[in-house]
């Protein structure tokens, strides 16, 4: 017999944050940012049930020409729900609010984030902005979509485009103040030695976020005070019968409106970074390219709003200057694409569930990005402006890219949030589903933008009927792939193998410390003395 | 041989081949690339597999060179795609001065098309076949938007200014047209059709259209009933400037700016009036008191009224 013990099997800690204090109390007055992690995920994975369920309802309706369940009202109100509830409750929040703020104090060696009573309120504003919304919703919905175009929402809609805007106003305020807290934490909090360069790229990514959030979200506040103002006072700012300029507020809108894409996809980026590094236990390909990167697409995203006016009459030669500017945002967006790419050159790739997210989102996003390129393109915007092509363009960078970098983020870290595994088999096997029912649901609706059909149509001539079947066939495996992980993470969280500090040998100061972390993340502060993905040349210790 | 292929949009306009050309080429490069990155993601992961669970690679840096080839050559083809399409979107912009004119405005939820010889049309567009058609639209409401796939033309109608579209149709038949800006609830019912027609034919048509006043009568007739020529009468100096031969000329305006009359500008002194320089600022508004068909008849009226060369007076 070897007379080498078997390595024992890893418990659990003692005392870790989840079990550190018992009761409703404990959580909803927690000022603990693993805790108020969790509060985020209940919250939004509810608003994800909510838009998931009315795209369903959209792609169930859309398998007859004529509407197989609504009529033209209610489906209004369907894509209108499923586009703010997923933009404004879900995917702004997905990233920053639960994987950031589990994240970002232990990744640069804090206890907590610089203003821990703030966050916690940041969460109750969330609340109350989506209590509104939902109760707007509940009393009869809005249909104006989702980017409540003047003067549709100031004048002539007459569903509930109050409440609804009351509830995204509201809910702003939440992003600014996490936004802020994000960048003090970063600012002020990093452990001895945990040079900006040490960083992990995560970090660059969540503050490039944080910087638009606090850039970006005060102007959808004061444009929505508008909406409220002409619509309620008549005042006249947007509607040309009161004397207004409808296109003033598709500028105001969508110089919010084009950095929100970045808060949504940026967040991914991170994400993706950690998860080749882990999965490929190599350090990023050309990191300060990468981290650049973010912090380019940031900056370049408050120039190239005009890109969504070409066809309003906007001069060309201002559509010259955002049509060029928005080439010049895909520059980044490529750069690091080929940096996880050659990252994978002589690395050591697992087939862990996060890996495989991350090269599901590296396809798909180069997809979502080249797209892109149509729609910059002044000459092919022209016919493809408010079609489907649009809608699967940026359904290949929100879900292709943004939900496929949450997902993958979920599997790397919930052993760590948790302390336990997830059903490695299963998971492969939902990562699947995910990847190819998003390829059968929006594949098709390229295809379909380039025949001609227009967004937010409840009803379409009979020639579109084959590619809707077809995408709608591919939602329902999408929504599979969907559930499975709702279910075995459930089912992981109560009962799960225990996963011990480290299951994947990834490096990173979240990997050094228990799971589940005790309360204040580190026994003593961390003197940080190497870079964030120092891996090699000794073995991974993995467990 | 791509009319073959089922998920094409028919062509049936002049600048749908040019468009198709940049479609495919764009389509081409997206392909490529795809294929790239997904092959080297496949090969990479297969090759360089993880055959030990505690192995770990050998490290490197990156290479300044390739950060600056990935970088230097998707801007290369980035300012090539710009040029290109920058220069097919020039052109759909601007009108061939020889355009037959079409008038259309949009309203919750049809289509309503005026021709200058007076057939009026709802959710319908006849048009000849290679001529090229220049259509003036407004919007009575909400912002639509004017679509015609198989011309690979669209351009959003705004309420309160004109917008303008062309094409020269190329193929005889009947096409889609569709709003594409989303217009409240009736959205996707807001379709209609484009039918071009042979030069004879759409002859035909437009005097087959029985009763019919030209839109300038029409114009004229408003013109009168509205008090317009109490101020501005044919001929002689009054409290109003003089309507003939305006279209098209330089107008200077009391605070001193100078600008083209054209359909925009007309339509903004009906309803908006701003003092023209060297007469009173009497002109009450019109906004409210007709719609927007009716300013398109007035306008034609105006633009009837002979061009800008019977009228140096009022040129800076």
């Known amino acids: ?543 | 041989m791509w009319y073959g292929f089922p998920f094409h949009p028919e062509q049936a306009s002049s600048i749908a081949p040019e468009w198709d050309y940049l479609f495919y080429f764009l389509t081409a490069l997206t392909v490529f690339f795809s294929i790239l990155i997904f092959g080297l993601v496949f090969y990479f992961a297969v090759k360089y597999r993880r055959r030990e669970k505690n192995e770990v690679p050998p490290q490197n840096e990156g290479n300044l060179l390739l950060e600056l080839g990935w970088t230097i050559i998707p801007a290369g083809i980035c300012v090539f795609i710009f040029g290109w399409s920058s220069e097919l979107f020039m052109r759909t912009q601007r009108a061939p001065a020889a355009s037959t004119e079409v008038f259309v405005v949009g309203k919750q939820w049809m289509w309503k098309v005026q021709h200058p010889e007076g057939p009026r049309e709802i959710n319908q567009l006849h048009v000849p076949m290679g001529v090229p058609i220049k259509l003036t639209m407004t919007s009575e409401d909400v912002i639509h938007d004017f679509g015609v796939p198989a011309f690979r033309i669209k351009k959003d109608v705004v309420p309160g200014i004109y917008s303008t579209e062309w094409f020269t149709a190329t193929k005889t038949g009947e096409y889609h047209l569709f709003c594409d800006q989303y217009c409240g609830m009736g959205h996707s019912h807001m379709r209609g059709t484009v039918v071009v027609m042979k030069p004879e034919e759409y002859e035909r048509w437009l005097s087959g259209q029985m009763n019919v006043k030209p839109m300038a009568a029409e114009g004229e007739r408003l013109f009168g009933q509205l008090g317009c020529n109490t101020c501005h009468p044919g001929e002689g100096k009054n409290s109003g400037p003089p309507l003939q031969g305006l279209f098209g000329s330089q107008v200077k305006l009391q605070d001193g700016k100078t600008v083209t009359a054209d359909e925009g500008f007309i339509r903004e002194a009906i309803l908006g009036p701003q003092a023209v320089a060297g007469y009173p600022a009497l002109m009450p508004t019109f906004q409210g008191q007709m719609n927007e068909e009716e300013v398109l008849d007035l306008v034609a009226y105006i633009k009837s009224l002979g061009p800008p060369a019977e009228r140096k007076a009022t040129k800076p």
């Not at chain 1, 079990?19 to 805790?35: C, V």
């Not at chain 1, 007859?64 to 586009?83: I, Q």
């Open chain 1, 1 to 543: 017999m070897s007379t080498v013990a078997l390595e024992s099997p890893p418990t659990l800690p003692e005392v870790h944050y989840l079990n550190a204090d018992y009761g409703w109390r404990s959580w909803l007055f927690t000022t603990d940012h693993k805790r108020i992690a969790w509060l985020y995920l209940f919250a939004i994975t509810f608003m994800f049930v909510v838009g998931g369920l009315s795209a369903t309802l959209m792609r169930l309706n859309l398998i007859e020409p004529s509407g197989l369940l609504f009529e033209p009202a209610s489906y209004n109100k369907l894509f209108t729900a499923h586009g703010l509830v997923m933009i404004f409750f879900f995917l702004t929040q997905s990233i920053p609010t639960v994987l950031g703020n589990f994240l970002i104090p232990i990744m640069i060696g804090a206890r907590d984030v610089a203003f821990p009573k703030l966050n916690l309120l940041s969460w109750y504003i969330y609340m109350l902005g989506a209590t509104v919304f939902i109760i707007s919703l509940a009393t009869g919905g809005i249909d104006t979509g989702w980017t409540l175009y003047t003067p549709l929402s100031t004048t002539y809609a007459n569903t509930n485009v109050l409440s609804a805007t009351m509830g995204i106003f509201i809910a702003g305020f939440s992003s600014i103040l996490t936004g802020l807290n994000f960048i003090v934490t970063i600012h002020k909090m990093r452990a001895p030695g945990m040079t900006w360069f040490r960083l992990p790229l995560f970090i660059w990514s969540m503050y490039a976020t944080s910087v638009i959030f606090v850039l970006a979200m005060p102007v959808i506040a004061i444009t929505l005070a508008l909406i409220a103002l002409e619509r309620v006072w008549h005042v006249g700012i947007f509607d040309p019968g009161l004397g207004g300029d409808p296109i003033l507020f598709q500028h105001l809108f969508w110089f919010f409106g084009h950095p929100e894409v970045y808060i949504l996809i940026l967040p991914s980026m991170g994400v993706i970074s950690e998860l080749v590094a882990a999965g490929c236990r190599k350090r990023i390909f050309g990191y300060s390219f990468v981290a650049f990167s973010s912090v380019s697409i940031a900056a370049i995203s408050f120039m190239v709003w005009g890109h969504h006016m070409f066809l309003t009459g906007q001069s060309v030669y201002a559509g010259l200057v955002f049509s060029a500017l928005s080439f010049a945002v895909a520059i980044p967006s490529a750069v690091k694409i080929f940096n996880w790419t050659a990252t994978m050159h002589k690395a050591s790739v697992s087939y862990d569930t996060p890996m495989l997210y991350a090269i599901g989102f590296i396809g798909l996003f180069t997809i979502g990005g080249l797209t892109g390129l149509f729609l910059a393109s002044m000459g092919t915007d022209v016919h493809l402006h408010d079609t489907y092509f649009v809608v699967a363009h940026f359904h290949y960078v929100m879900v292709g890219g943004a939900i496929m970098g949450y997902l993958g983020g979920l599997h790397l870290w919930w052993p760590k949030m948790t302390g336990r595994l997830y059903p490695e088999a299963w998971a492969r096997f939902a990562a699947l589903l995910v990847f190819v029912g998003f390829n059968l649901t929006f594949g098709p609706q390229f295809i379909l933008g380039y025949v001609g059909m227009p967004r937010r149509y409840a009803v379409y001539p009979a020639e579109f009927q084959v590619l809707n079947v077809l995408s709608s066939a591919g939602a329902s495996i999408l929504a599979v792939g969907y559930v499975i992980p709702l279910i075995y993470f459930t089912w992981s969280a109560l009962k799960g193998p225990i996963a011990g500090p480290n299951p994947w040998g990834a490096k990173g100061l979240e990997w050094t410390i228990a799971s589940p972390p005790p309360t204040h993340n580190f026994e003593q502060t961390p003197i940080v003395t190497e870079e964030a993905y120092a891996y090699g040349p000794e073995e991974a210790h993995v467990g």
